[in-house]
C-alpha cells in the first residue's frame, strides 16, 4: 500500500510524525508493505511552489492507493488567485470523498465530560452544502453584492444527499442499527427538506433500522444532554463539521477525532482538528486523531483490497490507543503527561507486543 503523507501547518508535522511511526510499526508487525510518501500542501507548497496544492500533487495521490492529510491552517488562506486554495477541499472534491465519517466515543480511563459512555459516529457530507469553495465549477459561491451585503449560497443536490444517506444506513446496518437525521428544513425548508425526504427514502432499504430525525439546533442539546442514545448521525456539510466537533470534546478532546473522508475510489484520513496554532512547536498535541484516521485509512483498503491484514493491523492500532487511555498514556488535553512523540513510542511499544 502507497499512502501520500502531507503533514501540513502547525501542529501536522509533530501528529503525523506520530503517526507515520505507528503506521511503520503496524506495517512491520503485520506484514502490511506499506510505504509512506512524504508531500507538502499548504503554508510550505505556497511559500515553494506558488500554491498551497497542485494538479501535480492531485495526479500524485491519484496514482497511489491513499492520502494522509495534515491539519491545514486554512484561515490564512484568503485568496485562491494568490494560490491560496484549501487543501481539504481541494482534495474532497477533485477525488469525490463525498463521505466525511467522524466517528467519537468515550473511553474507559479518561475523564468523561458526559454522564454515559457514548460510542457514535457523525457521517457527514464534504461536497457541497453551505462551503463556497466547493459548490461551483469557477469562482466561489459567495458574493459581495455591495461593500456592505454579502449573499453565500448552499448547495444541495439530490446525488450527494443520496450517496451520504446510503454511506450511513450501511455503516449503521454493522453497528447498533440506529440512523438520526440531522436537519434545518424548518428554515431551510427546500434544501433540508429534499435532504431529509431523502434519507427518509433510503431508510426503506434498509426495514432492521430504526431512524428519528432532530432538527440542528435542538441536536446540539440532546447530544451534550444524552450522546448515549445517538449511534449513526447523518447530516449537511456544515452541521455535521460543528457537530462532529462537538462530538469530540465531549468524548475527551478535540485531538481524540480521527476521520475518513472517503468516495468510491479515493480515501483520505485526517484528523477532525485544525493546525491549532496555540499548541505548535511544543510536543504536546494529542496524535491520537491523526493514529486513529491512518488506522481507518488502513481499514478502508483492507475493505477494498479484501486483504484482512490491513483490517487487523486498524485494530491492533485502536486496541492500543485504548490501552494508552486506561493507563493514562496521554498528552495534556486528556489530563496525561505524556508528549507527541513519546505518545507514539508508548503504542507502538503496546502494538508490536499485539499477538497476530
Ligand atoms: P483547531 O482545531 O486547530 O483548535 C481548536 C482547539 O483545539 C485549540 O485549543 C487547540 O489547541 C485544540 N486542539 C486541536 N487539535 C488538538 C490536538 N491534536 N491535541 C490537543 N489539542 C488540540 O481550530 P482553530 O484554532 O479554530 O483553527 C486553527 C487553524 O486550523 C485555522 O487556520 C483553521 O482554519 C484551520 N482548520 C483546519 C482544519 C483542517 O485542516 N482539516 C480543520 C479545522 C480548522
Given at each position: 500500500?502507497?499512502?501520500?503523507?502531507?503533514?501540513?501547518?502547525?501542529?501536522?508535522?509533530?501528529t503525523?510524525?506520530?503517526?507515520?511511526?505507528v503506521?511503520m510499526?503496524?506495517?512491520?508487525?503485520?506484514?502490511?508493505d506499506?510505504?509512506?510518501?512524504?508531500?507538502?500542501?499548504?503554508?510550505?507548497?505556497?511559500?515553494?511552489?506558488?500554491?498551497?496544492?497542485?494538479h501535480?500533487?492531485?495526479?500524485?495521490?491519484?496514482?497511489?492507493?491513499?492520502?494522509?492529510?495534515?491539519?491545514?491552517?486554512?484561515?490564512?488562506?484568503?485568496?485562491?488567485?494568490?494560490?491560496?486554495?484549501?487543501?481539504?477541499?481541494?482534495?474532497?472534491?477533485?477525488?469525490?470523498l463525498?463521505?466525511?465519517?467522524?466517528?467519537?466515543?468515550t473511553?474507559?480511563?479518561?475523564?468523561?465530560?458526559?454522564?454515559q459512555?457514548?460510542?457514535?459516529?457523525?457521517?457527514?457530507?464534504?461536497?457541497?452544502?453551505?462551503?463556497?469553495?466547493?459548490?461551483?465549477?469557477?469562482?466561489?459561491?459567495?458574493m459581495?453584492?455591495?461593500?456592505?451585503?454579502?449573499?453565500?449560497?448552499?448547495?444541495?443536490?439530490?446525488?450527494c444527499?443520496?450517496?451520504?444517506?446510503?454511506?450511513?444506513?450501511?455503516?449503521?446496518?454493522?453497528?447498533?442499527?440506529?440512523?438520526?437525521i440531522?436537519h434545518?428544513?424548518?428554515?431551510?425548508?427546500?434544501?433540508?427538506?429534499?435532504?431529509?425526504?431523502?434519507?427518509?427514502?433510503?431508510?426503506?432499504?434498509?426495514p432492521?433500522?430504526?431512524?428519528?430525525?432532530?432538527?440542528?439546533?435542538?441536536?446540539?442539546?440532546?447530544?451534550?444532554?444524552?450522546?448515549?442514545?445517538?449511534?449513526?448521525?447523518?447530516?449537511?456539510?456544515?452541521f455535521?463539521d460543528?457537530?462532529?466537533?462537538?462530538?469530540?470534546?465531549?468524548?475527551?478532546?478535540?485531538?481524540?477525532a480521527?476521520?475518513?473522508?472517503?468516495?468510491?475510489?479515493?480515501?483520505?484520513?485526517?484528523a477532525?482538528?485544525?493546525?491549532?496554532?496555540?499548541?505548535?512547536?511544543?510536543?504536546?498535541?494529542?496524535?491520537?486523531?491523526?493514529?486513529?484516521?491512518?488506522?481507518?485509512?488502513?481499514?478502508?483498503?483492507?475493505?477494498?483490497?479484501?486483504?484482512?491484514?490491513?483490517?487487523?493491523?486498524?485494530?491492533?492500532?485502536?486496541?492500543?490507543?485504548?490501552?494508552?487511555?486506561?493507563?493514562?498514556?496521554?498528552?495534556?488535553?486528556?489530563?496525561?503527561?505524556?508528549?507527541?512523540?513519546?505518545?507514539?513510542?508508548?503504542?507502538?511499544?503496546?502494538?508490536?507486543?499485539?499477538?497476530?
Amino acid at each position: 500500500m502507497k499512502i501520500v503523507v502531507i503533514p501540513g501547518d502547525g501542529i501536522g508535522p509533530e501528529t503525523m510524525a506520530a503517526c507515520d511511526e505507528v503506521m511503520m510499526a503496524a506495517s512491520q508487525h503485520f506484514d502490511l508493505d506499506l510505504e509512506l510518501e512524504h508531500e507538502i500542501a499548504g503554508t510550505q507548497s505556497l511559500k515553494k511552489r506558488g500554491a498551497t496544492v497542485t494538479h501535480e500533487l492531485l495526479d500524485l495521490v491519484k496514482s497511489r492507493d491513499g492520502l494522509m492529510l495534515g491539519p491545514m491552517a486554512t484561515y490564512e488562506f484568503k485568496d485562491e488567485s494568490k494560490g491560496e486554495i484549501n487543501p481539504s477541499m481541494f482534495f474532497r472534491k477533485k477525488l469525490d470523498l463525498f463521505a466525511n465519517i467522524r466517528p467519537s466515543k468515550t473511553y474507559p480511563g479518561l475523564a468523561k465530560r458526559v454522564a454515559q459512555d457514548f460510542d457514535l459516529i457523525v457521517v457527514r457530507e464534504n461536497t457541497e452544502g453551505f462551503y463556497a469553495d466547493r459548490n461551483v465549477e469557477s469562482g466561489g459561491s459567495e458574493m459581495l453584492i455591495t461593500p456592505d451585503v454579502v449573499i453565500s449560497l448552499r448547495r444541495i443536490t439530490r446525488l450527494c444527499c443520496e450517496r451520504i444517506a446510503k454511506s450511513a444506513f450501511e455503516l449503521a446496518q454493522h453497528r447498533k442499527k440506529h440512523v438520526t437525521i440531522v436537519h434545518k428544513a424548518n428554515v431551510l425548508k427546500l434544501g433540508d427538506g429534499m435532504f431529509i425526504d431523502i434519507c427518509h427514502a433510503t431508510a426503506k432499504d434498509y426495514p432492521e433500522v430504526v431512524v428519528d430525525d432532530f432538527i440542528v439546533d435542538a441536536m446540539m442539546a440532546h447530544v451534550v444532554r444524552a450522546p448515549e442514545r445517538f449511534d449513526v448521525i447523518v447530516t449537511t456539510n456544515m452541521f455535521g463539521d460543528i457537530l462532529s466537533d462537538l462530538t469530540a470534546e465531549l468524548s475527551g478532546s478535540l485531538g481524540l477525532a480521527g476521520t475518513l473522508n472517503a468516495g468510491t475510489q479515493y480515501a483520505m484520513g485526517q484528523a477532525a482538528h485544525g493546525s491549532a496554532p496555540d499548541i505548535a512547536g511544543q510536543n504536546i498535541a494529542n496524535p491520537l486523531s491523526q493514529i486513529i484516521s491512518g488506522a481507518m485509512l488502513l481499514t478502508w483498503h483492507g475493505q477494498k483490497t479484501g486483504q484482512a491484514k490491513f483490517l487487523a493491523a486498524a485494530q491492533a492500532i485502536e486496541s492500543s490507543a485504548l490501552h494508552l487511555m486506561q493507563t493514562a498514556q496521554v498528552t495534556p488535553d486528556v489530563g496525561g503527561n505524556l508528549r507527541t512523540d513519546s505518545t507514539a513510542q508508548a503504542l507502538v511499544k503496546h502494538l508490536l507486543a499485539t499477538p497476530h
